[in-house]
C-alpha cells in the first residue's frame, strides 16, 4: 500500500472517531448545562422560601400590629358579658 492509500485509510478511520469524540463532548456540555440549571433552581427556590418567610412574619407583625388592641377589647367585653349572665 502506498503513502496515499495509508492516508485514505486513516482518514476513513478518522471519521467516526471524530463523530465519537463529538458526541462525548456535546454530552458533557449538556451535562454540565443541567448541573448549572439544577444550582440556579436550587438558588432560585431558596432566595423564594427565604421571601415567602419574610412576607408571612411581616403579615404577621402588621396583623398583630393592627387586631391586638380589638382582639384585649373583644375579650374584656366577653368577660363582662359572661359575669353578667353568671351574676
Request: aromatic share 4%; proline share 2%.
Given at each position: 500500500?502506498?503513502?496515499?492509500?495509508?492516508?485514505?485509510?486513516?482518514?476513513?478511520?478518522?471519521?467516526?472517531?471524530n463523530?465519537?469524540?463529538?458526541?462525548?463532548?456535546?454530552?458533557?456540555?449538556?451535562?454540565?448545562?443541567?448541573?448549572?440549571?439544577?444550582?440556579?433552581?436550587?438558588?432560585?427556590?431558596?432566595?423564594?422560601?427565604?421571601?415567602?418567610?419574610?412576607l408571612?412574619?411581616?403579615?404577621?407583625?402588621?396583623?398583630?400590629?393592627?387586631?391586638?388592641?380589638?382582639?384585649?377589647?373583644?375579650?374584656?367585653?366577653?368577660?363582662?358579658?359572661?359575669?353578667?349572665?353568671?351574676?
Open positions: 500500500m502506498n503513502l496515499a492509500g495509508i492516508a485514505a485509510a486513516l482518514a476513513l478511520v478518522s471519521i467516526p472517531v463523530a465519537l469524540v463529538a458526541r462525548w463532548q456535546i454530552r458533557s456540555t449538556l451535562q454540565q448545562a443541567e448541573m448549572n440549571q439544577r444550582g440556579a433552581m436550587a438558588l432560585t427556590r431558596t432566595q423564594v422560601e427565604a421571601e415567602r418567610r419574610r408571612q412574619m411581616e403579615t404577621r407583625e402588621t396583623e398583630n400590629r393592627i387586631y391586638a388592641p380589638k382582639r384585649v377589647e373583644l375579650d374584656k367585653a366577653m368577660a363582662a358579658a359572661l359575669q353578667r349572665r353568671w351574676a
